[in-house]
């Protein structure tokens, strides 16, 4: 598995889009570049999955460069209920084990 | 409704008194996995099994034991429990072991004195 670096910890406020980079430099041809969320005393809970360019859905946006060396959650106009930890997460469809890491805590101010 | 659920919720336990954290999950779902989640390490896989009578360990399976003997069931077994055992424990199932969306149970808090 592709081992992956989030920065630790970020900061927002209301309303603001917020980017979460994730850097996964020895990704593999057949890696798929997935994000979760985590609430305090929850489980993750998945948001989206992509494997090139830019995927969308209805809670955030995944960008992916070219050379898919890193990736870049977007959560557009963040409340305060977006403060969580997110995690990254790189490998192939089929993969039986998961590597979550330890995620980017995001925490979101009024 | 679609879930996986977890039982218990909370323990507190002593040190070589052998306990079992149940996990079931109502989707039909062919994958299961157990993790564990200590500050500033995130989550680590345990053991994860891919169908009934079908286990494999994670990252971190010493320790523990698992079984798969209903497809709907994945229970987490602690045979001799001991203080760096201490840990918040999820469970977590997907459609198949071709599908990444897993989804959580709600999360033990084990303590073990």
């Known amino acids: 598995l592709a081992k992956t670096t989030q920065p630790i910890s970020m900061d927002s406020y209301e309303g603001q889009e917020v980017n979460i980079t994730c850097s996964h430099n020895n990704i593999a041809t057949n890696d798929y570049i997935t994000w979760y969320q985590q609430f305090p005393s929850q489980g993750p809970r998945f948001i989206i999955q992509g494997y090139k360019t830019k995927v969308t859905n209805e809670v955030a946006s995944l960008f992916i460069p070219a050379d898919r060396k890193s990736s870049t959650l977007s959560l557009p106009r963040v409340s305060l209920s977006d403060t969580a930890v997110y995690y990254c997460?790189?490998?192939?469809?089929?993969?039986?084990?998961?590597?979550f890491g330890s995620g980017t805590k995001l925490n979101v101010k009024p | 409704e679609a879930q996986v659920t977890q039982n218990p919720r909370y323990l507190i336990t002593v040190t070589g008194k052998k306990l079992t954290v149940t996990c079931s999950q109502n989707m039909n779902h062919e994958y299961m996995s157990w993790y564990r989640q200590d500050p500033g390490l995130g989550l680590r896989q345990i053991y994860y099994s891919m169908n009934v009578e079908v286990t494999d360990k994670g990252d971190v399976p010493e320790g523990y034991k698992v079984s798969r003997k209903e497809k709907r069931n994945f229970p987490l077994i602690l045979e001799s429990p001991s203080p760096n055992q201490t840990s918040l424990y999820f469970c977590a199932s997907t459609v198949d072991w071709s599908t990444d969306t897993q989804y959580f149970g709600p999360g033990t808090r084990l303590t073990v004195l």
């Open positions: 997460l790189v490998g192939p469809k089929g993969f039986n084990k998961f590597y």
